[in-house]
């Protein structure tokens, strides 16, 4: 699973259009992973402020 | 459920969006516009800088309102210091404005509304509505309300994200080494040129650069990209740039008056930006140009063709993948080599140490080009050290 640290996040949706399963959801302020989520840690490596752990 | 109906729905209302809905419309089309944020242009996700040459090409008059800066010319500088100044005489059209984007992507909608698009604020795509197989429209949530919006095409105009495509069954998905990570921020009390975006490369910015892009009164965006494969662990971009401002004294005093994120494509586009009733266009299609990672004028250009022919196919109504196989031909034929050749570039650009690159700059201080653009660049870099062009020697 993938945990958002919100108080980091910045909500660039540069996660969003780097998940090869389209898993996950930018809506406003609030990052969401569905569960077509692999756990491949691509968000995680890509975050520019890393605001995403795998949990 | 509250449907609406349309001849072309347009998700996103950035400057490709807002150009394909303003030249459907031109053409007559019934035309919706959907923008998710509360505001077109903003937040930023953007430093902000364009070249001037592709404006007149999609028929943008330029605005006071939305220009900040008119640039002098540029400052390409190397991780050890080593530092080339690029003056307007000899940059051509390579040099341009630095934007207001919340001003001039509004300008884009205002045009698109004016040619008589409907804009639907706060409306935000969360899927495609597929019928016997066949693309029909999509479904939206619109200030909190589930809707649906039946239309005989899609204009993909949803940017890096690139959901839409995907949700119609196309594939999107980026290598890790086409992605850069990038954050910015809007910095004020600082000591830099007012009229030059400088440009900053090497080990700073890991597969990607620094940028300084003045906004006037000692303000600037101040951003960088870094791919995450060339990154020890995480793509860290705010670490890098962090530790350039600490470093370099032209920062002593300032301070952060905006923190952005974003990220950028550096592909040279996809392979298809088309299916039967969808047409990608902008950063959804990923035409951004792989070496400076500027996307605005590839997003107006595809904008502006998809409405185009999107407005010729309307008097037949036959929106297949054939039937739009003349937008892919256009904006191929227009940008494809450009952004191929950027792309290896790039690829190889991201493979040199600073000393290599130190070299480089130095060379391109000595030489003597008189017209500076990416072409001329990787021209004189050829002669000297063609291993650098290695694999796209041709096209230089």
């Known amino acids: 699973m993938i945990s958002v640290n919100v108080d980091k996040c910045l909500h660039c949706g540069g996660c969003v259009g780097s998940c090869p399963k389209n898993a996950i959801f930018l809506n406003d302020f609030v990052l969401e992973f569905n569960e077509d989520c692999i756990d491949c840690g ?3 490596k890509l975050c520019p402020v890393g605001a995403l752990t795998k949990v | 459920m509250k449907t609406y109906t349309c001849d072309a729905v347009v998700v996103g209302a950035g400057p490709a969006g807002s150009m394909a809905a303003k030249f459907c419309a031109k053409g007559g089309m019934d035309v919706i516009l959907l923008e998710k944020k509360a505001e077109i242009g903003a937040p930023l996700r953007c430093a902000e800088g364009v070249s001037k040459s592709w404006l007149d090409e999609v028929g943008i008059k330029p605005e006071p309102a939305w220009i900040r800066g008119d640039m002098k010319g540029a400052i390409i ?20 404005y630095v934007l207001e984007r919340h001003l001039f992507d509004k300008a884009l909608a205002r045009d698109a509304a004016k040619a008589g698009a409907k804009i639907m604020m706060r409306t935000s795509c969360t899927g495609v509505i597929i019928e016997d197989g066949k693309l029909v429209g999509i479904k939206a949530k619109s200030m909190g309300e589930e809707i649906e919006i039946r239309a005989k095409v899609v204009v993909a105009a949803d940017g890096y994200e690139s959901q839409v495509a995907r949700w119609a069954g196309m594939d999107t ?13 809007r910095m004020c009390n600082l000591d830099v040129a007012p ?21 006037g009164e000692g303000i600037a965006n101040v951003g960088i990209g870094v791919m995450g494969t060339k990154c020890t662990g995480k793509a860290d971009a705010k670490y890098y740039l962090d530790k350039w401002i600490a470093e370099d004294p032209r920062f002593k005093d300032a301070q952060i008056l905006e923190i952005m994120g974003g990220f950028v494509s550096t592909l040279p586009g996809l392979d298809e930006t088309t299916a039967d ?65 950027n792309w290896m570039a790039k690829e190889k650009l991201a493979t040199l140490d600073d000393d290599t690159i130190d070299e480089i700059i130095k060379l391109i201080k000595t030489s003597e080009i008189t017209n500076v653009t990416v072409y001329n660049l990787l021209k004189a870099i050829k002669e000297k050290y063609p291993k650098v062009v290695e694999g796209f020697e041709d096209l230089i």
């Open chain 2, 173 to 185: 998905t980026l290598k890790l080494n086409d992605i850069d990570s990038c954050i910015q921020y």
């Open chain 2, 77 to 96: 500088k190397s991780t050890k210091g080593t530092t080339y100044q690029l003056d307007e005489s000899k940059a051509g059209n390579e040099v341009g």
């Open chain 2, 195 to 215: 009229d030059y975006c400088e440009f900053i490369i090497g080990s700073c910015a890991p597969g990607g650069y620094i940028w300084i892009f003045p906004k």
């Open chain 2, 277 to 341: 009733n969808l047409v990608l266009v902008g950063d959804a299609a990923r035409v951004i140009d792989p070496i400076t990672g500027g996307g605005i004028c590839h997003a107006c250009r595809t904008g502006m063709y998809a409405g185009e022919l999107l407005a010729e196919l309307n008097k037949t109504g036959d929106f297949s993948k054939k039937a739009l196989q003349p937008y892919e031909k256009r904006w191929r034929d227009r940008m494809e080599d450009k952004l191929f050749r």
């Open chain 1, 42 to 44: 691509r968000c995680v």
